[in-house]
């Protein structure tokens, strides 16, 4: 008997043929991982070749169909991307739509909230609240306590909303994808990369733009202040770039922080203009989302990113040995 797992939940054990007929009518998926005796790992069902020829079954619709594995390393193709990331946004554009919609309403609610809490403390503070200093500290601290909220959750959603686009790319993705970064053991993880790439952007700054304006205040020229900038757009583009799959690495491969980061600058280094050429590719279609009065980004900001997940199956791959729980 096979048994078969799927994102993490268990489907139940099957007869040869029972997988044969279940791959050819869309019950089963080739990325669906599985196990029978004697294997020492979990391995999709792509790689059982010995299964018996299907018989005759009545096949799913084609929207049901998962997207053949893809192999680590494969060599980025945007027209290929564009493609692929259409049939994928089409086969599931409500549910991408809708949860792009709910994480923009959340992320705009979240900075609201946040500003306005600050902008509040601050009004406090000038009206003579800020003569106490107890009141002065629990002014600031509110202040802090929304700024870290907004970014905390800002940060996991993201994880989410990126992860939901793979596992479409994959074969379906849900609504609560969304949320999958709020996960035992993940949510931490994905918090740590962003402190972490906070931190690398603020060395970079002080590297590069520190120079510049010190320099620019001491002889009263904006040249030195201009070039230290120019130097800062040139590594954090690259980073920028290539650490752009840390947060759904950690959400796909169940790794630490500093695997995912080690693993998507090393992985992206090798096709970095091609991996630019994506990222340029989400961007302007989000902004021409925006300026089709807002609305638009629903539509475009969605299938952008189903673009971009293509990119990230080309160069990741998909799960080969997995343990199922």
Not at 19 to 33: E, H, I, M, N, Y
Not at 68 to 88: H, N, T
Not at 302 to 309: D, F
Request: glycine share 8%.
């Amino acid at each position: 008997m096979i048994h078969i797992n799927r994102d993490r939940e268990n489907i139940g054990k099957f007869n040869d043929q029972e997988v044969a007929d279940g791959l050819k009518s869309g019950r089963f998926l080739p990325t669906d991982l599985a196990w029978r005796e004697p294997m020492a790992s979990w391995e999709p069902l792509s790689t059982f070749t010995d299964l018996p020829p299907p018989e005759d079954v009545v096949v799913q619709a084609p929207e049901a169909a998962a997207a053949a594995p893809a192999k680590a390393g494969d060599r980025i193709v945007l027209g290929d991307c564009f493609s692929q990331g259409w049939e994928s946004f089409q086969k599931n554009m409500g549910v991408l739509m809708l949860t792009t919609f709910a994480f923009l309403v959340v992320n705009v609610s979240l900075w609201f909230v946040s500003e306005l809490a600050q902008t509040v403390m601050q009004m406090f503070l000038k009206n003579g609240g800020g003569e106490e200093p107890f009141l002065k500290i629990f002014a600031v601290a509110v202040g802090v306590f929304f700024s870290i909220l907004t970014s905390t959750v800002t940060a996991i959603l993201s994880a989410g909303f990126l992860w939901m686009f793979i596992k479409n790319s994959r074969g379906k993705a849900e609504f609560a994808d969304l949320f999958s970064g709020f996960s035992s053991g993940v949510w931490l993880q994905i918090l740590m990369a962003g402190v972490a790439w906070g931190a690398i952007m603020v060395s970079v700054a002080l590297v590069t733009l520190g120079p510049g304006f010190f320099f620019t205040e001491k002889y009263g020229s904006p040249i030195p202040a201009a070039l230290g900038a120019l130097v800062f757009i040139v590594p954090m583009a690259y980073l920028s770039v290539g650490l752009g799959f840390v947060f759904p690495l950690i959400l796909d491969r169940h790794i630490s922080w500093q695997e995912a980061m080690r693993t998507a600058l090393s992985t992206v280094h090798r096709q970095w203009f091609a991996v630019a050429g994506l990222v340029l590719i989400y961007t302007l279609m989000a902004v021409a989302g925006v300026f089709a009065c807002c609305v638009g980004i629903v539509f475009t900001m969605p299938l952008g990113y189903a673009v971009w997940a293509e990119g990230y199956r080309r160069l990741f791959g998909d799960p080969k040995n997995s343990s199922a729980e």
